[in-house]
């Protein structure tokens, strides 16, 4: 009997024995568990200092405007169709990819364009006391302007750079004729003409050669310079580098070739152009230049037999 009884106190004591050996373990656990979680806040704290702190560094418009345009540039996407972002980027590279300008900031500024457009459409004719009809057509006329701003902006830079591409490319091109000509590699060339030249033409060539020197070939690289510019004259310049790559045809002589058209079709262009001038000039001369001299010539006459007739 006292053998049972010593035998169920054993147990009992090896059973509280394991209990208790389980609750300290429980207890270390929580407390490691809860040191850890105060470890994550702490760390959480200091991350959210450091990103407050980092967010403070930067410029004011970049903290404010940030979101802003974030939210514009999404809520543009939207309304825009699917290829509108393709289409954004290569007016960008036309343009010459204009410093801090980008696909989201140009939806951004649609929308911003959109609702100014809007306001000015629907206060203007307000404050003059216009009517319903003339809010409706002032509001038609300006909203859509506002919206298509961007574009315009786009197409101008795009076509102002184009401009000067054409005007520089004879210039470029008899220099990197003679460069050939005298010797020199085609890259060495390219390189020698875009440090002796500025504009958007020397930095094509300049991507031009960064392009090469990290692994695409030469093809590639020009056929991308006229994927990012509208200019006929070089692209033909490019097809005419592409023949030439394909069938063995000697640089120089195509360069030389390249040239002589060039230089022609400037003087072309210069002669259209002056063509053109008095047919410009017609408007301007009959609605501005003649009634000015009218007044000049004829008013003291008038005006002496109005003074004639009355006495």
Not at 6 to 15: R, S
Not at 201 to 220: K, N, P, T, W, Y
Not at 225 to 244: D, I, K, S
């Amino acid at each position: 009997m006292v053998q049972q009884l010593l035998l169920v106190l054993g147990g009992i004591a090896i059973f509280g024995s394991i209990v208790a050996i389980v609750l300290a373990l429980g207890a270390t656990a929580t407390e490691r568990q809860q040191v850890g979680r105060s470890l994550a806040v702490l760390d959480a704290i200091g991350a959210r200092r450091e990103n407050a702190l980092r967010d403070l560094d930067r410029p004011f418009a970049e903290r404010v405007f940030g979101p802003l345009v974030y939210r514009l540039s999404r809520l543009g996407a939207q309304f825009s169709p699917r290829d509108e972002a393709v289409l954004l980027r290569h007016r960008l590279e036309l343009a010459g990819s204009p410093p801090r300008w980008d696909v989201e900031r140009v939806l951004a500024f649609k929308v911003l364009g959109l609702l100014a457009g809007l306001a000015i459409g629907i206060t203007i004719p307000l404050l003059a006391g216009a009517g319903l009809a003339v809010i409706a057509g002032v509001t038609v006329i300006f909203t859509p302007l506002g919206y298509l701003a961007p574009d315009i902006v786009l197409y101008q830079l795009a076509y102002t750079r184009n401009e000067r591409i054409r005007h520089d490319l004879p210039d470029s091109m008899d220099l990197l004729t003679i460069s050939v000509e005298a010797g020199l590699p085609f890259d060495s060339a390219l390189s020698q003409v875009a440090r002796n030249t500025r504009g958007p033409l020397a930095d094509e060539l300049f991507r031009v050669l960064q392009e090469m020197q990290i692994g695409l070939s030469r093809i590639e690289a020009l056929r991308g310079v006229a994927e990012r510019t509208n200019v006929p004259e070089l692209r033909g310049f490019v097809t005419a580098m592409v023949q030439a790559d394909s069938f063995g045809i000697p640089i120089a002589n195509v360069l030389r070739v390249q040239s002589r058209e060039m230089r022609v079709k400037r003087s072309q262009r210069a002669e259209e152009l002056a063509q053109k001038v008095p047919v410009k000039i017609l408007f301007p001369l009959i609605f501005c230049i003649l009634p000015a001299l009218f007044i000049v010539v004829m008013g003291p006459a008038a005006i002496s037999a109005y003074h004639n007739l009355l006495h």
